[in-house]
């Protein structure tokens, strides 16, 4: 890291994607956002802490569902717009009860 | 799927965040970006294919570098606006010659 810290390239909203994957068996399990108050609350916390883009505020996840993710590392991209995270996926990371959001394939001609 | 197809959540531009996972050893490759018709070619093609927000052109990853991804599965979110393609890739997946994009980690303090 250089000594002005890591070059973050916020999108035009102040937000950068944020996907989190299960840190045991490597799944996708979803993709949400951070601002960069976020992402510093979620590396100080190790709770992972995404921005709500619907309802406008900080979200801790699990903080009502109780399907929490304990933050077990946290990594940027090489241009620095994308985050990784591994997280430890307490029961379903998605709000359908699905353990990870990105359950529904597609084929070809489903997209025309 | 539904007979009207797959409902497509595409932001303000157009695009869709398209995460790359490695089929066999699941790890993140990359995060790039796809509209309707990169999605409908990738389908169709077998071959991932972005749409290139610097370039503002397709982008069949590989085409120039070698470095392609052939695509084991696309899956769409529960949300319908972030795709995750399972893909092979052949060499390295990142531009800077790294297995995968997501080689800097961060952490407490990094982020102000």
């Not at 190790?46 to 569902?65: C, D, H, M, P, Q």
């Amino acid at each position: 890291m250089s000594p002005m810290g890591p070059q973050l390239k916020f999108n035009a909203d102040g937000l950068l994607p944020a996907v989190a994957q299960d840190g045991a068996t490597r799944e996708v399990l979803m993709l949400a956002w951070m601002d960069q108050e976020a992402l510093r609350r979620t590396l100080a916390t190790g709770r992972a802490t995404y921005w709500s883009r619907s309802r406008g505020e900080y979200w801790v996840k699990g903080e009502t569902s109780g399907h929490t993710q304990a933050v077990e590392s946290v990594r940027l991209d090489c241009d620095g717009d994308t985050i990784l995270l591994r997280v430890r996926q307490e029961g379903a990371a998605c709000h359908t009860g699905n353990r990870t959001c990105f359950f529904t394939e597609l084929r070809d001609g489903d997209v025309a």
